[in-house]
């Protein structure tokens, strides 16, 4: 089992960056694929990018975010960033980190996190 954490969300203006981190607990963190996910407001959680396991070579992103975004995991540390650059106001949700055993991101299954607010915005 893990445990997620997430940090690093805040208020940002269109065009600027932030780095959330999702701090993990547990055993066995380089086992499990990472994901962040999104919640706007009135809409359903969505998928934004993901890394896989061990040493993390195969990432995927969500098409609006590709050039934008970069995630990144830390075993040693047992963490997982998500660089967000050229922010856009659409890009304002709640994200989530996600543990999973299986690389099937167009679900809700494994571990999450709290959420942390990114609110893009002048």
């Known amino acids: 089992q893990v445990q997620l954490v997430e940090s690093g969300g805040g208020l940002v203006q269109p065009g600027g960056s932030v780095r959330l981190s999702c701090a993990a607990s547990?055993?066995?963190?380089?086992?499990?694929?990472m994901g962040w996910y999104r919640q706007a407001p009135g809409k359903q959680r969505e998928f934004v990018a993901a890394?896989?396991?061990?040493?993390?070579?195969?990432?995927n992103y969500v098409d609006s975010v590709k050039g934008r975004f970069t995630i990144s995991r830390d075993n040693a540390k047992k963490m997982v960033y998500l660089q967000m650059n050229s922010l856009k106001p659409e890009d304002t949700a709640v994200y989530y980190c996600?543990?999973?055993?299986?690389?099937?991101?167009?679900?809700?299954?494994?571990?999450w996190g709290q959420g942390t607010q990114v609110t893009v915005s002048s």
């Open positions: 547990g055993s066995m963190f380089s086992i499990y694929h």
């Open positions: 890394i896989s396991s061990g040493s993390g070579v195969s990432t």
């Open positions: 996600n543990a999973r055993r299986e690389p099937d991101y167009s679900n809700y299954r494994g571990y």
